[in-house]
């Protein structure tokens, strides 16, 4: 069993960064990939980054390549995501979730899930 919990969320301007930390509890942390997605108000939920068990391997969805990092430590049983460069249209809950193999785009092959922490981006 793997509970996680969302942190650094908030109201920022356009241009500006927000590091989101995932916590995550129990032992095994190192046995899951990584990733982070978001969904906004009517929107369907969107992959934004993942990153493997190592660390090593780390992929990321279109609108926020080249923007956003994803990382993670497994001695502290967290994970990161560095939003650089925020547009409004990053508006949305941000969800961090675990996924026992490779990491995947497709959020129904993560198996657990955190509460989610909202991220507002004003122009």
């Known amino acids: 069993q793997v509970q996680l919990v969302e942190s650094g969320g908030g109201s920022v301007q356009a241009g500006g960064s927000l590091r989101l930390s995932c916590a995550a509890s129990?032992?095994?942390?190192?046995?899951?990939?990584m990733g982070w997605f978001r969904q906004a108000p009517g929107k369907e939920r969107e992959f934004v980054a993942a990153?493997?068990?190592?660390?090593?391997?780390?992929f990321y969805g279109d609108s926020v390549k080249g923007r956003f990092t994803i990382s993670r430590d497994n001695a502290k049983n967290t994970a990161y995501l560095q939003m650089n460069s925020l547009k409004p249209e990053d508006t949305a809950v941000y969800y961090c979730?675990?996924?026992?193999?490779?990491?995947?785009?497709?959020?129904?092959?993560?198996?657990?899930w955190g509460q989610g922490t909202q991220v507002t981006v004003s122009s």
């Open positions: 990153v493997s068990w190592s660390g090593g391997s780390t």
């Open positions: 129990g032992r095994t942390f190192r046995a899951y990939a």
């Open positions: 979730s675990a996924n026992y193999g490779m990491g995947t785009p497709v959020h129904d092959e993560y198996d657990y």
